[in-house]
């Protein structure tokens, strides 16, 4: 079965072919990054008007590259939530078109959840019960999988997300945008040596990076940052959001007895949480490719097709909600 995957809950039109919901046939992603860059962050009406004339496009790559024609398809999945709305509705309204056009199912997909399919992408494929771990620049969630779609959130930020304050401490380090990537690579070249806050709420799986980001925020504000100590400051601060995500992650996956870790989320793409969690775990660790990490539509499609072979496909007037919380 193929299904045509789009997303657009951000600031990248992605389309994608995937068969049987772990074979990619195609995986295009138009990126705004350049354009918000000037910014520091994405700019919402922007975005939306960058979408519409992206996604046609975009749509008609995914479909030449898979080298698939309209009779190939059996279903069309795309993002309705959480995200932009102005974002969402690009997507949505041009997947609701097609699928009315075409008569094909439509899958409306929580992009979350989708974040989390991304796993199916890979070589091996995942084992239930498992635990996923979603870093995103919007959330970062601990989530128990005991099947296909079904959820128990374990914990969340209650402040910053891990891709926020990784965003936010690039821009303090005047690292520039997007900041995970600039981190990543900054702290290549410096040492984990200055000792941050790492903030480990006791009993509880949540998480919390405001402080080490105010912490940063301070040291600027008091001209204690420079040329000098800014890839150490990188290293340090990098060291220790992982830290505190391995850590709550092993922690959660040996109270449930989970059989296997799942990373997933554009935090996931991070060298140093992808080597920390996969050495620290006693259990195997899936961590999809960096590709299939930040925004992609593959995932979209991974997930529309587990939920339209469980029956759960959506009405033609499928909402957009911006706010959307995973079920
Ligand atoms: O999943 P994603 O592409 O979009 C959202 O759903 O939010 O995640 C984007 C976030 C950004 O905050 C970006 O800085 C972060 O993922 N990110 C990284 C890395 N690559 C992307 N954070 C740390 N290290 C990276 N290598
Ligand atoms: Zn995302």
Redesign the pocket.
Known sequence: MKILGIES??D?TAAAIVEDGRRVLSNEIASQVEIHARYGGVVPEVASRQHILSVIPVIQKAMEDAKAGWDDIDGIAVTVGPGLAGSLLVGASVAKALAAVKGLPLVGVN?LEA?IYANWLGETEPVFPLLCLIV???HSDLVLMRGHGEYTLLGRTRDDAA??A??KAARILGLGY????A??KAAENGNPCIDLPHSWIKGTADFSFSGVKTYLQKLSEEGKIDKDNVADLAASFQKAVVDVLAGKTIEAALQNDVRQILLS???A???MLRRVITEKSHVPVLIPKPVF???NAAMVASCGYFRQKAGKTSPLDVDVIPGLKMS
């Not at 997007?178 to 990537?181: D, L, S, T, V």
């Open positions: 809950s951000c990248e992009h974040h995103s620049g919007g891709g926020e990784f965003d997007p900041g995970g990537p981190i990543d989320g554009g935090v793409a991070n060298r990490c930040t925004d």
